[in-house]
């Protein structure tokens, strides 16, 4: 209402301010307040602890990881510690260290030790050498034990290693599937890889007539060592294969157990022992390849068809054979990575040549390797190995070819090679076609 004086009246407050709470709305909003910031600490708190559990998880998890890798490279280390040896050691663990390491030295001694590289001559390294080294095969060592009158094996026994012929063409399986990759050097500057499929090009196995036990037995227990020839014929086919071997067997072979033929093979007549007489030794078996090389089997497979022919071809051992017992391996390319422009530098083939027996002594005998000294694939061998390296070598098609020789120093090397496979060849009176087709058709430098 208006007075006089023209004075309105405000209306009464109704209620409390907008802006204002009462005591009690205010304690029940700090109670709210508190409980949310309690159960926000309290979330927090509980995130922390999850996600150091998570961590203590992931820290035990891969604990137990690196415990276990542990745990199964020993299991590793002492399974092929255990097949490295013959018979079990008698003695105790402290006596079988001891006898290790005597037997390691002892072993330096008695096999060739591989020559050391010397700085000055590694830039001299070749393709060819890359090559050799890359075809070299690493077979496990083995020792001949013997017991005795106190059950301790004598420590001259174990001083020479031995392999047997099962381990070196094991040793061949993997490189017959995916090949054997060689580190070469393109134009002297760029890095390839070449992969080389082997092949079984020839093989002679000489054995010492005075030892009993390397003679081969026929049915009969009295009955003398017998010569294998093994000789694979292109031209020949299966039946007339079959005819002419019937012959032999029933004609100088009748002593032998009945022997199942290969595709395309040949077996030989028994040789009389006094036609060897005056010679080294006895040869026990020989396999020369005459078929042409799209006909091959890779020679693991080679050897597996071979061996169901003649067992004694996988369980002879080395220290049996006479340093005349040799292999010689055909090498062919199959691809390199990178792949590269052009194929026509891919052409280049080889034929190696390696001695079987550890009790040669002559320009590249076989070599003993200690264990633990050698670094494959980043990864250090446990296991001691014998490599057969490379003493004679022929090549077809390597002129033009990544692999060929640039400059005197590589024509003489290749030369040199190939001057020692045809004296090999020549002393033993052996006719090796695959070398003979090499020799043929090679190009001689100067």
């Not at 004679?392 to 030369?415: D, F, T």
Request: aromatic share 8%; charged share 20%; proline share 7%.
């Amino acid at each position: 209402m208006s007075s006089k004086g023209g004075y309105t009246a405000a209306p009464p407050r109704q209620g409390a301010d907008r802006f204002y709470n009462p005591p009690a709305v205010r304690r029940h909003q700090e109670i709210l307040l508190q409980q949310q910031q309690m159960m926000q600490r309290q979330l927090l708190q509980q995130q922390q602890q999850q996600q150091q559990q998570q961590q203590q998880q992931q820290h035990q998890h891969q604990h137990q990881q690196q415990q276990q890798q542990q745990q199964q490279q020993q299991q590793q280390q002492r399974q092929l510690q255990r097949r490295a040896t013959v018979r079990p050691e008698s003695s105790s663990a402290v006596e079988a260290e001891k006898r290790n390491d005597a037997d390691e030295l002892s072993t330096m001694v008695a096999l060739s030790v591989p020559p050391s590289v010397n700085p000055a001559s590694t830039l001299n390294v070749t393709n060819l050498d890359r090559l050799m080294e890359s075809v070299t095969p690493f077979i496990q060592a083995r020792y001949l034990s013997e017991v005795n009158a106190r059950g301790w094996r004598t420590r001259e026994m174990d001083s020479h290693p031995f392999f047997y012929l099962e381990d070196l063409w094991e040793s061949f399986s993997e490189w017959s599937v995916y090949g054997a990759g060689v580190p070469l050097l393109l134009n002297g500057k760029d890095p390839i890889e070449q992969y080389y499929v082997p092949f079984l090009s020839g093989l002679q196995l000489y054995i010492d007539p005075s030892k009993p036990s390397s003679r081969v037995r026929g049915p009969t227990e009295e009955g003398d060592a017998e010569l294998y020839r093994l000789t694979s014929s292109a031209s020949s086919s299966d039946s007339e294969g079959d005819r002419r071997a019937k012959s032999i067997l029933n004609s100088n072979m009748q002593r032998l157990d009945r022997i199942s033929l290969g595709d395309k093979s040949v077996i030989n007549s028994a040789s009389s022992e006094a036609d060897h007489a005056n010679s080294p030794g006895l040869p026990l078996f020989q396999f020369l390849e005459h078929e042409q090389p799209y006909n091959r089997r890779p020679l693991a497979d080679k050897i597996s068809l071979l061996a169901s022919q003649c067992p004694e071809l996988s369980k002879f051992k080395s220290c049996d054979l006479l340093p005349t017992s040799w292999i010689c391996v055909a090498w062919y390319p199959i691809y390199r990575i990178p792949i590269g422009p052009t194929l026509q530098d891919l052409d280049a083939s080889f034929l190696t040549f390696h001695s079987l027996s550890t009790q040669s002594r002559g320009d590249s005998p076989p070599q003993f390797h200690a264990a633990n000294t050698r670094t494959v694939r980043g990864f250090t061998d446990p296991t001691p190995k014998i490599s057969l390296p490379v003493f004679a070598l022929a090549s077809y098609k390597l002129k033009g070819s990544i692999v060929s020789p640039c400059g005197p120093h590589e024509c003489e090397q290749e030369n040199s090679l190939l001057q020692a496979a045809e004296n090999w060849l020549k002393c033993l009176q052996v006719i090796l076609p695959d070398y003979q087709f090499f020799r043929a058709h090679y190009s001689h430098r100067r």
